[in-house]
């Protein structure tokens, strides 16, 4: 049963982000996909960055809510100097934290702005759609020649505009990601 859920929000996503304009292009030349972690170049200064879904992660009180860190590369490795924790509380992404919500379960990266810079795409399967239990989420966090940053950040669900279907309870989109 589990594997056919999978499939199924493997369609979905799959499905919903092509039906969205300028993003089919940036998925197809996405550089990784669904993982626990991905590396990318998130602050265009040439060495690969590595970002790492917490997707169990408590956000103060809020249990499981989830968050992601990310640690910036230079010419001396990764370090956690200038590294970013960020949740769905931070003021810079779409939403709030909520219990369960599992953001950071899947992460993926691609340039989906075609600027040249990679930005953080973030699963969040147990994401609530209105009265809608577990319909899921997916934000996408805008890469910026400092880093992450969240001009631009943008927040997509099953009903979404444009999007080929409507959320329904234990969808679970953002779970898993495909790049085509």
């Known amino acids: 049963?589990?594997?056919i859920a999978v499939a199924v929000v493997l369609s979905l996503v799959?499905?919903?982000?092509?039906?969205?304009?300028?993003?089919?292009?940036a998925v197809q030349t996405a550089s990784s996909v669904t993982a626990a972690s991905v590396r990318a170049d998130?602050?265009?200064?040439?060495?690969a960055?590595?970002?790492v879904g917490v997707s169990s992660e408590d956000v103060g009180a809020i249990v499981d809510a989830g968050a992601v860190n990310?640690?910036?590369?230079?010419?001396?490795?990764?370090s956690g100097s200038g590294s970013q924790l960020f949740t769905q509380d931070s003021s810079w992404v779409v939403d709030a934290a909520e219990a369960g919500d599992q953001f950071g379960r899947a992460v993926a990266v691609g340039d989906f702005d075609d600027d040249?810079?990679?930005?953080?795409?973030?699963?969040?399967?147990?994401?609530?759609?209105?009265?809608?239990f577990d319909a899921g989420a997916v934000n996408v966090v805008k890469g910026a020649a400092g880093g992450l940053t969240g001009s631009g950040s943008q927040q997509f669900t099953q009903d979404s505009p444009e999007l080929p279907d409507t959320a329904e309870a234990?969808?679970?989109?953002?779970?898993?990601?495909?790049?085509?």
């Not at 998130?42 to 060495?47: A, I, R």
């Not at 990310?70 to 990764?78: E, I, K, N, P, T």
């Not at 990679?118 to 809608?132: I, K, Q, R, S």
């Not at 234990?170 to 085509?180: E, P, S, Y």
């Open 1 to 3: 049963m589990r594997r």
């Open 14 to 25: 799959a499905g919903a982000w092509s039906a969205i304009p300028g993003l089919a292009q």
């Open 42 to 47: 998130f602050d265009n200064d040439g060495f």
């Open 49 to 51: 960055d590595l970002a």
């Open 70 to 78: 990310v640690l910036y590369r230079s010419a001396g490795g990764l």
């Open 116 to 132: 040249g810079i990679d930005d953080l795409t973030v699963g969040v399967p147990a994401e609530d759609v209105g009265a809608v």
């Open 170 to 180: 234990g969808d679970l989109f953002g779970a898993a990601f495909a790049v085509q």
